[in-house]
């Protein structure tokens, strides 16, 4: 709004403190100045060479403004209101409000948690995984001591394997122990054919004989001492038939059929 400023400015040389040049009369001043609020009006003003002292009074009047004009601006605010408070509403109502740095925070937290947990659950499977290849493997080790009668190896000795080195292990322990428990851990030697009736005549062809005495055992008839000499161990009638077959080899191939004076001639 505009306002219109009316000024008066009176110079005087009363108030500057000296006396009107002779030679200068007083001449009032009517040409309107510009200004830039408006018009600026002088009046009564005296003019001296000396000094000027000025005294500027101002009154502000407000123009008024058209009642069309202000029905329109009161017009327009209530539109922008009616415009703006159903999307605020809206936004208010529909819209996810921004997570807080508390709840961020929280979030993080609860995480963190959640990840610790699933980290700590599949250790635990790790560990259980790892134990039982353990003791597949000490299980497994000790058969084949057994087998082959040497000496059980301690737990210890398996206890740092990796999982992996563990499940091979046990792999090839397996099929080691499989055979020799068909063959009782006797040497892998060519089997004469001559055994097979020196076998048939001494116990009929089963493993499992045992002579009136208790002494001679076995397919072959082997006694204690004789049966341990070519790496045999316990009963020779509780050994596969396969190992007392391998047992004969080594002794036929030590001594030919002299083991056997009846059946080996």
Known sequence: MRNRLQWTVFLSEDMAGAAP?????????????????GALDLRQAHLTPRGVAARVRARTRPRP???????????????????????????AAGAPAAPS????????????????????VALRRAAARHERAVRRVVRLARTRAHLQGTRRPARARYAGWSTP??????????????????????????????LRAIATCESGGNPRAVDASGTYRGLFQFDAGTWASVGGHGDP????AAEQYRRAAVLYARAGAAPWPVCGR
Do not use: F, K, Y
């Open 65 to 91: 403004e058209p009642e069309s004009m202000l029905r329109h601006r009161q017009i327009l605010a209530a539109s922008a209101v009616v415009l703006v408070l159903p999307a605020s509403v809206a936004l």
């Open 21 to 37: 040049h002779p030679g200068h009369a007083a001449q009032p001043l009517t040409t309107p100045a510009r200004w830039p609020g």
């Open 165 to 194: 080195r563990l499940h091979g292990q046990a792999a090839r322990l397996g099929r080691i122990v499989r055979a020799l428990r068909r063959t009782g851990g006797a040497p892998d030697v060519p089997i004469p054919p001559a």
């Open 237 to 240: 009638a509780a050994a596969p």
């Open 101 to 120: 740095t508390g709840d961020a925070t929280a979030a993080a937290q609860r995480s963190a948690r959640a990840d610790t947990a699933r980290n700590a």
